[in-house]
């Protein structure tokens, strides 16, 4: 188990109605309620200090809409979007069949291969393209469009769609599929009729984590010269020297984001995954891959060229040039400081994250309701702002409200908590939906108190899906640049900002970068891999 | 009955373990922050800048040497950091703020953040860089120019003026960026030309060429023969032809402008010692460091950065710069950076996003 999502299993409708039936129904712990709460509005406070600093009105939200330029930047924001959570879709549901659901070779190398573009940041992804094409279509802009945009964004994002894929498929009773087969369905039909269903809250969940990482996307995007609202919001913050500007479409963009999110509570529903089921369902029949299998292998190759295989050639020819003659040589002592300061914040952000976040994920999971959906759904808005305006929210968060805190590293683990809270919380989420609440129950009913069960019985049951929340923040903080440049406390420095120092402001020399880059992959390729490995386990 | 009880001392303890994780993890760097101001001696300032961060180093580890000054360094994007000092406003813990542009040190020195300089830092710099206001410090300069490829366009068929590249002659051939440099371009126009021929120069710019978003993509670009040529800044050819071994190495070449032109604007790099500060004295030392022909402008001039240096007679080592005196840039305060409102209001009325 291990993913952000799962499908419902095969008895989550009948624990549900068994629930109903009973009209049982426990009343929402208080003290877990307030601590779910609070930790949401604190996540908002970006979003609220942006409110307020614009004082935002229905009219002045309407006059930025209408502004020159920006309709075309909202489509093109909600085109990217879109486009990128379909393409990462298809990409990562038919990746994830053919490791689960097919006799493909080499599945297992391959599902590791598959996971670990997540360790790949958008933006050194998004120069080695550009550099490729410079390189070897030196005439080309095919890169510079929409297309190339989703492409090369498509590739880095869509490991989060595999990994709730695989974990779906793989939760997913093979009887129903056989059920369909003996009703005269062929293969095609089955996985459109029976299979496909049973994957929608992954691909939802996932495609939101993609679409919302989309609004808050800028390198990649402006290294490819795709304008989006947020290349503009940021081309205001930090080009124009006009952060007021620069908020004020931000708010557009936010209200974009609650659309979305609000949209996505509608199209998801309120599907709860759960499975009570003893144990795990046997696992299901692989398809004969026949005459296609070279075709597919091929595929699978290409994909992980594409996705690991071009940064990866980057970094390995700038490393050769940075030991080479004339070369500025490896700084070591540099490198071991920053490696070990990345480590260390990204420890402390992912421990944070996930005790804070387990009070959301636990009254979503078993108290779903008007405040729980709130406070699940509120986490997300911090997500999709560009990096440049939350961490100027959070320096003056830090300033006005925090100050002790101000430029310490405590204030930087708040930020990338607020940060990535939201995928701490779905993980942890999927981790105590599939533990089943029957146990609890029992507990209970044998005199245990509520906090009682939940430590011995809920939280070891849920220990799956919290680790795995961990992970996906360390590999996130471990990539993050933008509001680490404006937080961190003076003098300790991280891969990224390393990273970034080596490129005088403009352009990422693939020389001098390269040390820092490499070990940045490379680090981040240590959670990434422990993720691959949990998923393994899920495919044979 | 004791469940509350419970329930209480369990979150109690889980926000104990909270803070004591975060607390550990930060007392260990809190050490490096700003302390040490106890001892005059060994007095820190902090430099928040938007230059490139290696310069900054060198600079910082100079002035130490020199005075036992010790110098913080919070390097970032030149407008970010600028307005994390305005919204940090008097509770920054910034001493000095060294921009990469003159937008940003403007804009503070426009919003009374900076503490007066004395008058003797300012007058062996360049003339055209020293802004009106007089409370900030140009170290360092760059020029706009026009970068081109030799194998696309002669340098002889170049335009006179970027004025010209309205003209539907020059339809596909050129990229602009409207990134660092332009709306400063654009700001010059409005006072040359009127708002409204600015603005018809914008809309026939977006129509006849290719916005690159960077100046460095601008370089790539045309190096790789995509462009004729671009608007851009003089540096990051000079920092290509090092990464590549010379500049006999690169097909582009550099043209500087010979009649004054607003495609040749001098864009000054600028230094102020913030109100708020603390350690002033020592703030003040360093910026007159900094201009001094001595001291900061020589680290400049031998700069791989290949910036100008801000001091006359003070001239660069990197091969194939020239000398700023030699550069016929057209007559602009930079104090004018401050208020970029009206460039930026016509760049975004022409859809330039």
Known sequence: MSSTIEAPGPSATATTALRSGRGRRARPPVLTTIAALVVAAASLAPFVYLIFQNGVSPS?????????????????????????????????????????????????????????????????????????????????????SYGGAVLVLTLATYPYIFLSAVAALRGIDPAQEEAARSLGHGPVGTFVRVTLPHLRPAIALGGLIVALHMFAEFGALQMLGFSTLTTAIVQRMTVFGDPDAARAL?????????????????????????????????????????????????????????????????????????????????????????????????????????????????????????????????????????????????????????????????????????????????????????????????ARSLGDTPLRSTLRITLPLALPGVAVGALLVLIEVEKELTTTLLLHPTGTDTLSTALWATTNGEVLDFTAAAPYGVTLMLLAAIPAAILARRTLAQVD | MAAPLRRLAAIACTVAITTVLVGCSSSSTTKTDDTGNDTAKAATITVYTGMHKELIETLASDFTKKTGIKVDIRAGEDAEMSAQVMTEGTRTKADVYLSEGPG????????????????????????????????????????????????????????????????????????????????????????????????????????NG????????????????????????????????????????????????????????????????????????????????????????????????????????????????????????????????????????????????
């Open chain 2, 210 to 353: 290719v916005n690159e978003h960077k100046n460095g993509k601008i370089r790539d670009t045309v190096e790789a023969g995509q462009h004729a040529f671009g608007l851009t800044n003089h540096y990051y050819w000079y920092i290509l032809a090092q990464t590549e071994g010379g500049a006999d190495k690169l097909t582009s070449k550099l043209h500087y402008f010979s009649q004054p032109d607003a495609g040749g604007l001098l864009l000054a790099s600028g230094a102020g010692v913030l109100e708020a500060s603390k350690h002033k004295s020592e703030a003040n030392e360093f910026v007159s460091w900094l201009v001094s022909p001595d001291g900061g402008q020589k680290v400049i001039a031998g700069d791989d950065a290949s910036q100008f240096p801000a001091a006359k007679g003070v001239n660069s080592e990197v091969p194939g710069l020239p000398e700023l005196d030699s550069l016929a840039a057209p007559e602009f305060n930079q104090a004018g950076f401050a208020n970029l409102a009206d460039a930026i209001a016509l760049i975004e009325k022409a859809g330039m996003n």
């Open chain 1, 60 to 144: 002045s939200i309407i006059d930025e809409f209408t502004k020159p330029g920006v309709p075309l930047l909202v489509w093109h924001t909600i085109e990217l979007a879109l486009g990128v959570s379909v393409a990462g879709s298809v990409l990562g549901v038919g990746l994830a069949v053919l490791v689960v659901r097919t006799d493909l070779p080499f599945r297992r190398l391959f599902t590791v291969l598959f996971v670990l573009p997540l360790s790949v940041p958008g933006f050194v992804g998004s120069f080695t393209w550009v550099a490729l094409s410079l390189r070897f279509a030196p005439e080309s802009r095919a890169l510079f």
């Open chain 1, 250 to 442: 931000s708010v557009v963009l936010a209200v974009v984001s609650v659309l979305v999110i609000a949209l996505d509570a509608v199209v998801r529903g309120r599907t709860r995954p759960a499975r009570t089921g003893s144990g795990t369902p046997r696992p299901p029949r692989r398809w004969s891959l026949g005459w296609t299998a070279p075709f597919l292998l091929g595929g699978s190759i290409l994909v992980v060229l594409a996705a690991l295989g071009v940064p990866a050639f980057a970094a390995t020819t700038g490393l050769v040039r940075s030991f080479g003659a004339g070369g500025p040589g490896i700084p070591w002592a540099e490198l071991a400081d920053v490696t070990f300061a990345t480590t260390r914040l990204g420890l402390a952000a992912a421990l944070v994250a996930i005790v804070v976040g387990f009070p959301i994920a636990y009254l979503a999971a078993r108290h779903p309701g008007v405040l729980s959906g709130l406070a699940e759904r509120g986490i997300w808005i911090a997500h999709s702002l560009p990096g440049a305006i939350l961490a100027l929210s959070l320096v003056y968060v830090g300033v006005n409200w925090l100050h002790p805190l101000y430029l310490t590293t405590t204030m930087l683990v708040i930020a990338y908590v607020i940060m990535f809270l939201p995928l701490a919380v779905s993980s942890e989420y999927v981790g105590l939906a599939r533990a089943a609440r029957s146990y609890e129950q029992i």
């Open chain 2, 104 to 207: 940003p040190v403007a804009r503070l020195a426009s919003e009374g953040l900076f503490a007066k300089l004395p008058a003797a830092d300012l007058k062996g710099l360049d003339p055209r860089l020293v802004p009106s206001t007089g409370n900030w410090a140009p170290y360092a300069a760059r020029a706009r120019v026009l970068l081109y490829n030799p194998t696309m366009i002669a340098e002889n068929a170049l335009p006179k003026s970027i004025l010209d590249l309205s003209k539907p002659e020059w339809k596909g051939k050129f990229a602009y960026a409207t990134s660092d440099g332009f709306p400063g371009t654009v700001s010059y126009l409005i006072d040359t030309i009127g708002q409204d021929k600015t603005l018809d120069w914008l809309k026939a710019i977006k129509e």
